[in-house]
């Protein structure tokens, strides 16, 4: 092989790494909203693998149906059924890529930081993820599995 083709096939590897598929997640009631895709970085390979002591950056993008001044994000770790309640750093939606008055018809890309804490057990688990609007109402709400690794 040629440099450039060498050079091609390490450009292409790279990018088959950080353009990771999208997340698969089911919808848990988007009521006021309508989800189009999520991605984790990085994730190579699905379930996502959540290493302890580091960070992921979830990427939702949805189109809102109604108008919202202000939006806040409820994460909850769901094991073997009973969720349980996951604080993120930052549960201000409208400091999480979105800027708000959020409005209707409009598309929006939700990006946030999952910290995975050290003192995790290493589980499989449920991430349902909400993001509340004015109303109580939820702009989206996705769940996708993962799994706690060391
Ligand atoms: C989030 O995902 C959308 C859709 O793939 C993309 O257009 C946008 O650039 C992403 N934002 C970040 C910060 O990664
Ligand atoms: C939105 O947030 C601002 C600033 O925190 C607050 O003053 C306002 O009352 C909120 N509006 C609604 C409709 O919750």
Known sequence: MGYY????VLLLSLLAYTNAEPVKFADC????????????QPCPSQP???HKGESYTVNVTFTSSVASQNC????????EGV???F??????GCKSGIQCPVEPQKSYSYVNQLPVKTG???IKLVVEWE?????????FCIKFPVQIVN
């Open 5 to 8: 083709s060498t050079l091609g």
């Open 29 to 40: 009631g988007s009521i006021h909203g309508k989800v189009a895709e999520v991605d984790i």
């Open 48 to 50: 996502c693998q959540l």
């Open 72 to 79: 806040t994000a409820v994460v909850h770790g769901v094991v």
């Open 83 to 85: 969720p349980v309640l």
């Open 87 to 92: 604080p993120i750093p930052q549960s201000d």
């Open 120 to 122: 995790y057990p290493p």
């Open 131 to 139: 993001l509340k609007d004015d109303f109580n109402k939820d702009l």
